[in-house]
């Protein structure tokens, strides 16, 4: 590809909502016509056909709209009925709603290093951190990369521990050709705008292959009930809007073009970059989806300034790792050198199906000459 030298000038942004969203425009007012004419705004048509298709798409008998990704992993632990208390097992760089969730249903999170090659939780820190007070494991697909779900499964199979997949970033993403969400007890999933698939607000789902597991989400996320003013839970209000559920019906036949597409733009980075740049690891046996393209480079603040000067935006995913937040200070006396190392020096590129490969070209051929 040719050097492109007529972007020296031009501003590369991150992301763009709006740019990333066009495409879909003239089908999104059509389908805000149709909502807003129906009449029904909560758990409608909409929301029941989102549910049947995304189920369908992974490969999983049921699946429940929720308010958020936070309230699908915190709704998925209240399903589970687990003793008070219990410890569940957590990557101790993943983004902080992950932990939240655990908090939130009343558990105590258990935090462990992740694996240094892929920033995913590592088998062998969950075998020697089960206790006769771990109850579950909850992995995190991060930046779109699936975890190594063979061990992970084993763990939980030997010491009777159930299992829950935060797929946040990592819609269509697959290990060895198994969809994640399909994994564990539970799967819960983001529709944040910037996801791969994204609505235009917030919103979420639960997956799961248990009946009893299912109804109980269905109750738990509207007031516990599942017969109107009939309450057999402690629920919540979280419920997928019918709106953003008509959103997600129409990209979601489009998620493996983009999913395809942001493949195509991590490629560049992964063939072009030099080695000066930690780049993701690249596995046979997982499909990455890449919601978020990572780097590292020890001197992440400078490149990321030096980027900026150079009119490429770039994020930090993320820039403090949970056990040194001011909300978990409860957490701060302990140390885990692995994740501070990534927090310190990850770097986020853009890569968004806003973007043309010329553009990712650019951004590579500035970062070379760092």
């Given at each position: 590809?040719?050097?492109?030298?007529?972007?020296?000038?031009?501003?590369?942004?991150y992301?763009?909502?709006?740019?990333?969203?066009r495409?879909y425009?003239?089908?999104y007012?059509?389908?805000?016509?149709?909502?807003?004419?129906?009449?029904?705004?909560?758990?409608g048509?909409?929301?029941?056909?989102?549910?049947?298709?995304f189920?369908?798409?992974n490969?999983?008998?049921?699946?429940?709209g929720?308010?958020?990704?936070?309230?699908?992993l915190?709704?998925?632990?209240?399903?589970?009925?687990?003793?008070?208390?219990?410890d569940?097992?957590?990557?101790?760089n993943t983004?902080?709603?992950?932990?939240?969730?655990i908090i939130?249903?009343?558990?105590k999170?258990?935090l462990?290093?992740?694996?240094?090659?892929?920033y995913?939780?590592?088998?062998?820190?969950?075998?020697?951190?089960?206790t006769?007070?771990?109850?579950?494991?909850?992995?995190?697909?991060?930046?779109?990369k699936?975890?190594n779900?063979?061990p992970?499964?084993?763990i939980?199979?030997?010491?009777n521990?159930?299992?829950v997949?935060?797929?946040?970033q990592?819609h269509?993403?697959?290990?060895?050709?198994k969809?994640?969400?399909?994994f564990?007890?539970?799967a819960?999933?983001?529709f944040?705008?910037?996801?791969?698939?994204?609505?235009?607000?917030d919103?979420?789902?639960?997956?799961?292959n248990?009946?009893?597991?299912h109804?109980?989400t269905?109750?738990?996320?509207?007031?516990?009930?599942?017969?109107?003013?009939q309450?057999e839970?402690i629920g919540?209000?979280s419920?997928?809007?019918?709106?953003q559920?008509a959103?997600?019906?129409t990209k979601?036949a489009?998620?493996?073009?983009i999913?395809?597409?942001?493949?195509?733009?991590?490629l560049?980075?992964?063939?072009?970059l030099?080695?000066?740049?930690i780049?993701p690891?690249?596995?046979?046996?997982?499909?990455d989806v890449?919601?978020?393209f990572n780097?590292?480079?020890k001197?992440?603040?400078?490149?990321?300034?030096?980027?900026?000067?150079?009119?490429?935006?770039?994020?930090?995913?993320y820039?403090v790792?949970?056990h040194?937040?001011?909300?978990?200070s409860?957490?701060s006396?302990?140390?885990?050198?692995?994740s501070?190392e990534?927090h310190?020096?990850?770097?986020?590129l853009p890569?968004s199906?806003?973007?043309?490969?010329e553009?990712?070209?650019?951004?590579?051929?500035?970062?070379?000459?760092?």
């Amino acid at each position: 590809m040719k050097e492109t030298i007529y972007l020296k000038n031009m501003k590369i942004e991150y992301e763009n909502l709006f740019k990333v969203n066009r495409p879909y425009f003239d089908k999104y007012r059509q389908n805000f016509e149709e909502v807003l004419h129906s009449g029904w705004f909560i758990l409608g048509d909409n929301v029941k056909k989102f549910e049947s298709e995304f189920s369908s798409y992974n490969n999983i008998k049921y699946c429940s709209g929720v308010a958020s990704g936070l309230d699908a992993l915190t709704i998925s632990l209240l399903a589970l009925e687990l003793e008070k208390g219990s410890d569940i097992i957590v990557p101790s760089n993943t983004y902080i709603a992950t932990i939240l969730s655990i908090i939130l249903a009343g558990h105590k999170p258990v935090l462990v290093e992740p694996d240094i090659r892929t920033y995913n939780i590592n088998p062998a820190m969950i075998e020697k951190s089960v206790t006769p007070r771990t109850r579950a494991v909850m992995v995190v697909h991060l930046y779109g990369k699936p975890c190594n779900m063979d061990p992970i499964m084993e763990i939980c199979k030997e010491h009777n521990l159930f299992l829950v997949e935060d797929c946040a970033q990592a819609h269509g993403a697959e290990y060895k050709g198994k969809k994640v969400g399909s994994f564990g007890d539970m799967a819960g999933f983001s529709f944040y705008p910037t996801k791969n698939l994204g609505c235009l607000g917030d919103g979420g789902a639960i997956l799961t292959n248990n009946e009893n597991l299912h109804l109980k989400t269905e109750m738990l996320r509207n007031y516990g009930s599942r017969i109107k003013y009939q309450n057999e839970f402690i629920g919540l209000n979280s419920r997928l809007d019918e709106i953003q559920a008509a959103f997600l019906i129409t990209k979601l036949a489009y998620l493996d073009k983009i999913n395809k597409y942001k493949r195509e733009l991590a490629l560049l980075y992964i063939s072009h970059l030099k080695e000066d740049f930690i780049k993701p690891s690249v596995d046979e046996s997982s499909y990455d989806v890449y919601h978020i393209f990572n780097i590292r480079h020890k001197k992440r603040d400078a490149l990321k300034d030096y980027l900026l000067k150079n009119n490429i935006q770039t994020e930090i995913h993320y820039p403090v790792p949970p056990h040194k937040q001011k909300a978990l200070s409860f957490l701060s006396h302990l140390k885990f050198p692995i994740s501070e190392e990534i927090h310190s020096t990850t770097l986020s590129l853009p890569i968004s199906t806003m973007h043309s490969k010329e553009e990712i070209m650019w951004v590579i051929e500035t970062m070379n000459k760092f």
